[in-house]
């Protein structure tokens, strides 16, 4: 299907703004990208679907390079006997009680919710990351129908494996992560798949052995590491050697792997991170909302190393994502030069895009000839003018602290959202449905 974004003003997700430019999008790729002058002069054959620009800035689809999109039925949720003083009792009193809690139709219920709620907010791509203790078996092929086939968004999932639940539950989750690889060969490219992990301090050295010897060559680890002190506490008490270079111990340091958060690692560990190529991803929202601390974006970026950006759950909206990341920095270190524009354009615009390369072996994340077709058309009149040096400062000071209204959402130039409706989802009986579910899974956590 050949598709026309026109009359749109485009950013490239990198150095160029072209304003009142088109988009030439077929087989699920950009063709090209015209500027106003080139587009009055295109002859094109009448049977090419148009979709009108005028008013909207067109953007590369955003990627969130951590989530749990089964956090997307915890909204307003009220547990007795929540009174956490640490991490650790955050995860105890809350989420081990709802992942606990959850069977299939209540992932699929959360998945859809989730998926549907990114798409709103410009996210055509997710990285997953899932734990349900007591439904692991066909929950990620559960997760991908909703999320990939059913809303149409790109999407790895894993399964989070921990010895936290007992032996069984553990060697469910390592079947789980392998069978569902097994079965992404092609046939479906919007989804894939990656080993998941849930953190040092809940795995053994014998279940990252077991992990070790099932993981295929060519796919990397998913895993939480130093999102709370006690996690390298543990390692040292435990197994006397801290995090990371447990992890490299074990060969699970690959240019696949994703190390989520990464808080309390120490300088060397940040070398090790470095000298293997692993991936980062930060989520300051979620770790201003636990209380665990900081993240040293310097220290990672100095390095070189790859740090993405992801929400953990907490919503789906990346730019306000973004914008949190800039004002935590610049907080926490006192400093108003902190986490400048450079750094945050690297941490959505660059290196979320280098992660879904590794990850999905795909070109996301510029509106370029031969790019996936993976763009978001948005709502946005400006007080100010607009240039391709100044356009964080629009997405961010005007996008994210304000509202963000996507109209024309496409995925691989499948388009999911048309004029600010979806396209094949009846949205009223969905989020009823997951109200439905919601309710008995907070009955059954309790």
Not at 22 to 41: K, M, P, T, W, Y
Not at 133 to 160: K, N, T, W
Not at 291 to 296: I, L, M, P, Q, R
Request: charged letters at 20%; glycine letters at 8%; a negative charge.
């Amino acid at each position: 299907m050949k598709l026309l974004v026109e009359k749109a003003t485009i950013w490239n997700g990198s150095d160029q703004l072209i304003d009142r430019g088109s988009i030439l999008i077929d087989g699920g790729r950009i063709q090209e990208v015209f500027n106003q002058a080139e587009a009055a002069n295109l002859e094109l054959p009448p049977n090419v679907e148009r979709i009108d620009g005028t008013g909207k800035l067109a953007i590369p689809g955003l990627i969130n390079a951590h989530t749990h999109l089964y956090s997307s039925l915890a909204r307003g949720m009220i547990l007795p006997n929540y009174e956490p003083h640490s991490f650790t009792q955050i995860l105890q009193q809350l989420w081990w009680r709802l992942d606990k809690a959850l069977d299939l139709e209540s992932i699929r219920a959360s998945g859809t919710v989730g998926a549907m709620e990114a798409a709103r907010c410009g996210v055509t791509t997710l990285i997953d990351h899932h734990a349900s203790p007591h439904a692991v078996p066909g929950s990620l092929a559960a997760l991908r129908d909703v999320v990939c086939d059913q809303v149409g968004l790109r999407a790895a999932f894993c399964y989070e494996v921990s010895d936290r639940d007992g032996p069984e539950i553990c060697k469910q989750g390592i079947a789980e992560n392998k069978s569902f690889l097994s079965e992404q060969v092609g046939d479906n490219r919007l989804a894939t798949g990656l080993f998941g992990l849930h953190a040092a301090f809940t795995l053994s050295d014998e279940t990252l052995s077991h992990v070790a010897e099932s993981l295929p060559s060519d796919s990397g680890v998913h895993i939480h590491v130093a999102e709370g002190p006690e996690d390298e506490q543990i390692s040292l008490e435990r197994y006397k050697v801290r995090i990371v270079e447990r992890l490299r111990r074990f060969g699970l340091l690959k240019q696949t792997s994703i190390l989520a958060h990464c808080l309390h690692i120490d300088e060397q560990e940040k070398n090790l991170i470095a000298d293997s190529n692993a991936i980062v991803v930060h989520n300051p929202r979620s770790n201003m909302n636990n209380a665990v601390g900081s993240f040293d974006l310097a220290g990672f970026l100095d390095r070189e190393i790859v740090v993405g950006l992801g929400t953990d759950g907490v919503g789906e909206n990346m730019l306000s994502e973004l914008f949190t990341a800039s004002l935590l920095q610049k907080h926490v270190r006192q400093d108003p030069l902190a986490a400048g524009f450079p750094s945050l354009h690297a941490l959505l615009f660059d290196n979320n895009q280098e992660i879904t390369r590794r990850v999905f072996g795909v070109k996301l994340g510029r509106i370029a000839a031969g790019f996936t077709a993976d763009i978001a058309l948005v709502k946005y009149t400006s007080p100010t003018p607009i240039t391709a040096s100044n356009i964080l400062g629009h997405l961010l000071f005007g996008l994210a602290v304000h509202a963000i209204r996507v109209s024309d959402l496409l995925v691989a130039g499948q388009p999911i959202l048309k004029d600010g409706q979806f396209v094949d989802l009846d949205e009223e009986k969905i989020y009823a449905h997951a109200q439905e579910e919601a309710t008995k899974l907070w009955q059954r956590a309790a």
